[in-house]
Every structure is written in C-alpha cells, then in structure tokens.
C-alpha cells in the first residue's frame, strides 16, 4: 500500500496561482503519476498525468495551457503548478500513482488505472 500526502492547496483569485505538492515513500515513486480533481457534486476529473520518467505528459482539455505537471524523483516529489485560475477549478485535487509506466491516452484519465492515492488538497477559486 503506497501512502500519498498532498498539500499547497488553499483560496486563490480569479486569474491567480497555486502550486500543488504531492509525496510519496521514495522506493514506491517509480510509476506514472497523476492529478485528479472533483468538485461537489460532480464525478472526479484527470487533470495531468506524467511519465515515469518525466517524459510523456497528458493534460485534461479544460487545463491545458494553464497548467503543468513535473516531478522529482529524487525527493519522491510530485507538483501541479496552476496558473490562471478559474472558479471552475475549485475542487478537491487528488495524486495518484498509477499501475503502469507511461500515460497510455487511452486510460491515464480513468480511475481504475490507480493503485494508491492521496487523502486530497482543497482548491478554492473566488473573488
């Protein structure tokens, strides 16, 4: 069982900035990893996926341009910067870690594909 701790969440404004951390123990960070997030009442939603080494890299429609996934394996570290909030992006963000290496298009998005994931951070975006 991998155990996964998010934080950086918090309350921005319209047009304003976050960065996201997510941790993991250092011998189980070596999968992709990913974003998810979900808003009250609503189904939860891929956000990013990355690579396990950094290379491939999958955005959800509603963030590309506005947000980037990376990681460092080294620190065990996983991070969403997000850039231009909007009060659509207020959610629950989730990482997760997934069963395989690369984030296959056809799957990054869909739950099933995780096999541990955080408790959540809290993102609020309003004026």
């Known amino acids: 069982q991998v155990q996964m701790r998010e934080s950086g969440g918090g309350l921005a404004r319209p047009g304003g900035s976050l960065r996201l951390s997510c941790t993991a123990p250092?011998?189980?960070?070596?999968?992709?990893m990913a974003w998810f997030r979900q808003a009250p009442g609503k189904e939860r939603e891929g956000v990013a996926c990355?690579?396990?080494?950094?290379?491939?890299?999958e955005y959800g429609d509603s963030v590309k341009g506005r947000f980037t996934i990376s990681r460092d394996n080294a620190a065990a570290t996983l991070y969403l910067q997000m850039n231009s909030l909007k009060p659509d992006d207020t959610a629950m963000y989730y990482c997760?870690?997934?069963?395989?290496?690369?984030?296959?298009?056809?799957?990054?998005?869909?739950?099933?594909?995780?096999?541990?994931w955080g408790q959540g951070t809290e993102v609020t975006v309003s004026s």
């Open positions: 997760a870690t997934s069963r395989d290496g690369l984030c296959y298009r056809s799957r990054w998005w869909k739950e099933s594909t995780y096999q541990a």
């Open positions: 250092a011998d189980n960070f070596d999968n992709a």
């Open positions: 990355i690579s396990k080494e950094g290379v491939d890299i």
